[in-house]
């Protein structure tokens, strides 16, 4: 069984950073695209950022510049590196990965998410 643990949400002033990781465990083939999503109060969940298994990434342009994703697939872990934080930012962060496994007839991929990491940025 696959999971995708979130870690690094926390509690920062506006203009300040926080680095997320989400961790994969499990038995698991490949981890194909990792995305960063997040849910700000009263808005419908967005995709923040996502990179590719070769490394090609893509971000939201509201935080292009001061948002960086990179993963480190021999931990198999991805990463979110968010500088200048803003207020309206504040929300639950989740990691999202196409993951292949093994299947009963081989491989088969699954998506999956994490349960999510607050980070609430303060003014």
């Known amino acids: 069984q696959v999971q995708l643990v979130e870690s690094g949400g926390d509690l920062v002033q506006a203009g300040g950073s926080l680095r997320l990781s989400c961790a994969a465990s499990?038995?698991?083939?490949?981890?194909?695209?990792m995305n960063w999503y997040r849910q700000v109060p009263g808005k419908a969940r967005e995709l923040v950022a996502s990179?590719?298994?070769?490394?090609?990434?893509n971000l939201a342009d509201s935080v292009k510049g001061r948002f960086t994703i990179s993963r480190d697939n021999a931990k198999k872990t991805g990463y979110l590196e968010m500088n200048n934080l803003k207020s309206e930012e504040t929300g639950v962060y989740y990691c999202?990965?196409?993951?292949?496994?093994?299947?009963?007839?081989?491989?088969?991929?699954?998506?999956?998410w994490g349960q999510g990491t607050q980070v609430t940025v303060s003014s």
């Open positions: 990179i590719t298994s070769s490394g090609t990434t």
């Open positions: 999202n990965a196409g993951v292949v496994t093994y299947g009963t007839d081989g491989s088969r991929q699954g998506d999956y």
């Open positions: 499990g038995v698991i083939i490949r981890i194909n695209n």
